[in-house]
């Protein structure tokens, strides 16, 4: 089971869910629910890198692409950031990134490997 840390910084507009543990898609689903009941930021960065998604097949990260989909409205411009650890991690988050690049969706997704360039990355949307 995997634990996910929720951080808002209203100033930047940015959510950081920094997530630990083995991940399971249905505790991402759960998450994109809960947090979208609230009010959601324009940008968003998932840190994975202490987080283990061995477990996540590509249907998995289908059905995460489809339940995000209908978010996106709510943030239009916006952006989102995975930040990773491993190859098979990287190569999870560019299918994420090429599955919603695929249905045009209004939001942009990118999957980095570094924290920092990730930030600068949503940085640079504002």
Not at 28 to 53: H, K, M, N, Q, S
Not at 59 to 65: A, F, K, M, P
Request: hydrophobic residues 45%.
């Amino acid at each position: 089971m995997c634990e996910i840390e929720t951080t808002i910084d209203v100033h930047a507009d940015l959510t950081v869910h920094t997530v630990t543990g083995g991940v399971k898609v249905q505790d991402i689903l759960d998450e994109l629910r809960r947090y979208f009941a609230g009010v959601p930021t324009r940008f968003i960065l998932w840190d994975f890198t202490a987080a283990g998604l061995e477990e996540l097949s590509t249907n998995d990260v289908r059905s995460i692409v489809l339940d995000a989909r209908k978010y996106a409205p709510m943030r239009p411009a916006g952006r989102t950031a995975f930040v990773v650890a491993s190859d098979v991690a990287f190569g999870l988050g560019r299918m994420l990134d090429q599955a919603l690049g695929a249905l045009e969706s209004p939001t942009e997704l990118m999957t980095f490997r570094d924290r920092a360039a990730a930030l600068a990355w949503l940085e640079a949307g504002s």
